[in-house]
């Protein structure tokens, strides 16, 4: 125990160093922590959030080219692959270890093995109420990491709706690194779409969007209303959003894609046109800016403005042909939290609020 100690705090000493190789340090010095301990899970959940400090938010390598979830192990970095060997110890002797298990949520959440942490999400719900009693809100939230990509869309929504009640009766800690309410808010409303339940669906985004956080502003009010057939909100709030002088380029090209939608609806084969015109010059950009994720984003935004000018001019097999391809093209689109895009391209009916 004393060695054990010592290690610790010679981890921590490394770990707020003011040089380029602190982390290195701390996760070796973490490593030497966990040989002495045994299997600690305290010790080994820290030893895990070491290793990810290494690459933080850079878990994984894309292959071949893709942006689809990550597939494991192949796509694990040496890191990730000691951080994940650690936290699944962590688990094995503390299975409702609150670090251990949000930890488990944000290494798996972006993989083919998302499935793997459900046990995981499932034991953080339990213990952020119970243990915890609701004071760490934004552990409250975290299970709906796992729950919006494993079909449990009505548990992400429960989830968030209770970390925001949580927030706003004082709790202790939310959500970290910016996000902060508006996370949770984005989380319930992109849950709430994907239930089917509108009007929770719009009063989540418009506390998202309330918040002025860059993450959830843009098109996320319009795309929830084309989600539902709701033309008018939807062309209302994309002209607010193309009102906003930090409107970036993919939100520009997202909600040009909305108003051509809209105009598909009303059988405006040349208001579909100019607008899906809007969209691709918008996408171009994107593209030069290098942004990965929005970038493949784009590729969608193609396939379904090009289902809006077919649907605009009575080509109902050239629009379905278009939006199967814009969700192909979604399923490529490398993990983002929550979601940006709500549309339902994967859904047979929904062109028929289209018509």
């Known amino acids: 125990r004393a060695?054990?100690?010592?290690?610790?705090?010679?981890?921590?000493?490394?770990?707020?160093?003011?040089?380029?190789?602190?982390?290195?340090?701390y996760a070796e010095l973490m490593d030497h922590a966990v040989a002495e301990a045994g299997e600690s899970a305290d010790v080994l959940s820290l030893a895990a959030e070491a290793h990810m400090l290494l690459t933080p938010w850079r878990f994984y390598q894309h292959g071949n080219g893709s942006y689809a979830p990550y597939r494991l192990p192949d796509a694990a970095k040496p890191s990730t692959r000691r951080a994940l060997e650690y936290v699944?110890?962590?688990?094995?002797?503390?299975?409702?270890?609150?670090?251990?298990?949000?930890?488990?949520?944000?290494?798996?959440?972006?993989?083919?093995?998302?499935?793997?942490?459900?046990?995981?999400?499932?034991?953080?719900?339990?213990?952020?109420?119970?243990?915890?009693?609701?004071?760490?809100?934004h552990l409250t939230h975290m299970p709906s990491h796992i729950y919006l990509h494993i079909n449990r869309a009505a548990d992400a929504a429960r989830a968030n709706e209770v970390a925001l009640a949580d927030a706003a009766q004082g709790s202790l800690m939310h959500c970290a690194y910016g996000y902060k309410l508006s996370h949770d808010a984005h989380f319930a409303a992109v849950a709430h779409a994907w239930i089917g339940n509108w009007e929770l669906a719009r009063d989540y985004a418009e506390k998202a969007v309330g918040q002025e956080k860059p993450h959830t502003r843009g098109c996320l009010?319009?795309?929830?209303?084309?989600?539902?057939?709701?033309?008018?909100?939807?062309?209302?709030?994309?002209?607010?959003?193309?009102?906003?002088?930090?409107?970036?380029?993919?939100?520009?090209?997202?909600?040009?894609?909305?108003?051509?939608?809209?105009?598909?609806?009303r059988r405006d084969a040349d208001g579909a046109r100019v607008a899906s015109r809007q969209a691709l010059s918008f996408c171009s950009r994107v593209h030069a800016r290098m942004n990965d994720r929005a970038a493949s984003l784009c590729d969608a935004i193609r396939r379904a403005a090009e289902a809006a000018v077919a649907f605009s001019t009575g080509d109902s097999a050239g629009g379905h042909q278009a939006l199967a391809n814009a969700h192909d093209a979604v399923t490529q689109v490398r993990y983002i939290e929550p979601p940006l895009w709500v549309l339902p391209t994967d859904d047979p009916s929904w062109p028929s609020v289209l018509a």
């Not at 251990?100 to 998302?114: G, R, Y």
């Not at 994309?238 to 909305?258: K, N, V, W």
């Open 88 to 137: 699944e110890r962590a688990l094995s002797s503390n299975a409702e270890h609150p670090m251990a298990l949000h930890l488990h949520i944000h290494l798996l959440e972006p993989t083919n093995a998302v499935s793997r942490a459900e046990r995981s999400a499932d034991a953080l719900a339990h213990v952020a109420r119970t243990a915890l009693n609701g004071a760490v809100d």
């Open 221 to 265: 009010r319009a795309s929830l209303a084309a989600r539902f057939g709701h033309w008018e909100i939807a062309e209302m709030a994309a002209s607010q959003s193309e009102a906003e002088a930090h409107q970036g380029p993919y939100d520009a090209a997202a909600c040009a894609l909305i108003r051509a939608l809209s105009a598909s609806s």
């Open 3 to 25: 060695r054990t100690a010592v290690l610790l705090a010679d981890a921590a000493v490394a770990r707020f160093q003011e040089t380029s190789e602190r982390d290195n340090a």
